[in-house]
């Protein structure tokens, strides 16, 4: 394996210092080669991902906006939240370049051709929930954070929006369907969580509900679409046993990661679970905080209660 390079990032990832990522695309910009995913197989049951957490900065970026405004747009640590999985046998995959970047929890349809200098030839989405998603500015590529600053001073061109999808948005999704299907195949179910981090008060742009104070946790099915509710109601009742506020599809569903892989009818139960900040960060400086490993000792708890359920098997 390429040592990874980290001339052109923001600082040196730590998470994983030792395993060897097995799956390991890189990008090329300027030169530079980086990773741009990570993803560790297992031959537990659960599939484990984190879209969000991404640090890498790619040298084309080319935004606007401060690097610490755009920072806020991270789910700053997931992966350290999660770092236990690989030792569970748990399947892993990371994004290592940062959402603001490409959201691959979107689908490639949700462009926002208004940022274009050229025209886009490939469809686009005009269902009601995702032109909301674009109005709020983000849409696949983002248009503006969560407080309403532009991320861009520039349009950009439909190739480079081509390239974070090639590079980026694709062997993403590819890793977490070959993890769920291998999952799938040994098991005959599969359990996936989609790991993601909330601020602790939603922000003007960043929902249909500015200014609303997050519970500990918000796990979501998308109504019970990509997983069994019965097994989403157990993974609630489970952090209810710890301690925590949990609430339940609302304000967030889940997107595009859980709708695209996520399929209860097949036994392939998908679930986001989106945890508050608070619990582990200082949201203004982006440092841990003290409750950091209280909160990945209860999702170690969590994921090893997961272990032992067979969901066909939930009354
Ligand atoms: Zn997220």
């Known amino acids: ?121 490939d469809a686009v989405e005009t269902s009601p929930a995702a032109l909301n998603k674009v109005r709020l500015g983000k849409g696949l590529i983002w248009r503006m954070t969560d407080d309403g600053l532009p991320l861009y001073a520039r349009k950009l061109t439909a190739a480079e929006v081509r390239a974070r999808i090639d590079r980026c948005w694709r062997p993403y999704h590819e890793a977490v369907a070959q993890a769920i299907a291998a999952a799938h195949a040994r098991h005959g179910y599969s359990i996936h969580l989609n790991c993601h981090s909330m601020p602790s008060v939603a922000s003007t742009y960043a929902t249909d509900f500015p200014g609303l104070k997050h519970a500990d946790f918000v796990i979501g099915d998308r109504d019970g679409t990509s997983a069994d509710p019965r097994l989403s109601r157990h993974l609630c009742d489970i952090l209810r046993g710890f301690g925590y506020d949990v609430a339940y599809n609302h304000p967030y569903k889940g997107v595009e990661l859980v709708r695209r892989h996520g399929n209860p009818r097949e036994n392939r139960h998908s679930i986001q679970v989106e945890v508050n900040r608070r619990l582990y960060m200082d949201e203004k400086t982006l440092a841990l905080a003290a409750g950091f490993e209280t909160l990945r000792a209860d999702l170690r708890r969590l994921v090893e209660q997961l272990l032992a359920t067979d969901p066909r098997k939930l009354a």
């Open 1 to 121: 394996m390429n040592p990874i390079r980290t001339t052109n990032l923001l600082r040196r990832r730590v998470a994983h210092p030792k395993r060897p990522a097995l799956l390991c695309r890189t990008g090329d910009n300027a030169g530079m080669s980086f990773p741009l995913i990570r993803s560790l197989p297992g031959s537990a049951p659960l599939v484990l991902d984190s879209p969000h957490s991404g640090v890498a900065y790619p040298a084309d970026f080319g935004h606007a906006c401060e690097l610490a405004v755009l920072r806020q747009a991270e789910d700053t640590h997931v992966e350290k939240l999660y770092d236990f999985a690989p030792g569970l046998d748990v399947a892993w995959v990371e994004a290592l370049f940062p959402r603001s970047y490409i959201d691959v929890n979107r689908n490639t349809t949700e462009v926002d051709v208004t940022m274009l200098e050229d025209p886009w030839s």
